[in-house]
């Protein structure tokens, strides 16, 4: 089984920056698409952003153009850089795959933007 660590999450003022790093257990993301999910307090999870086994990129309306999702095949990681953070983009970010796995989530990372 599969199980996949993030990090990289904190408190960021708005119009800042940070890079969220997903790390799988083992070598998956060539074979598998791969998604970014936030969910915050009191709404349901959503996709933020998937990468095709491809390399094929898609994100929600909310975060093009300031999202960037990528991943480094030899790190068995994927990343979620995020620019311009709004205080709406505060929530709890998680990986998986795409379609996601149920037993793939994990803790997640926290992402407070303060205005």
């Known amino acids: 089984q599969v199980q996949l660590v993030e990090s990289g999450g904190g408190l960021v003022q708005a119009g800042g920056s940070l890079r969220l790093s997903c790390t799988a257990s083992?070598?998956?993301?060539?074979?598998?698409?791969m998604g970014w999910y936030r969910q915050a307090p009191g709404k349901q999870r959503e996709l933020v952003a998937d990468?095709?086994?491809?390399?094929?990129?898609n994100y929600a309306d909310s975060v093009k153009g300031r999202f960037t999702i990528s991943r480094d095949g030899a790190k068995n990681t994927v990343y979620l850089q995020m620019y311009s953070l709004k205080p709406e983009d505060t929530a709890v970010y998680y990986c998986?795959?795409?379609?996601?796995?149920?037993?793939?989530w994990g803790q997640g990372t926290q992402v407070t933007v303060s205005s």
């Open positions: 998986n795959t795409r379609p996601p796995g149920a037993a793939l």
């Open positions: 083992r070598r998956v993301f060539s074979i598998i698409g």
């Open positions: 990468i095709t086994s491809g390399g094929g990129t």
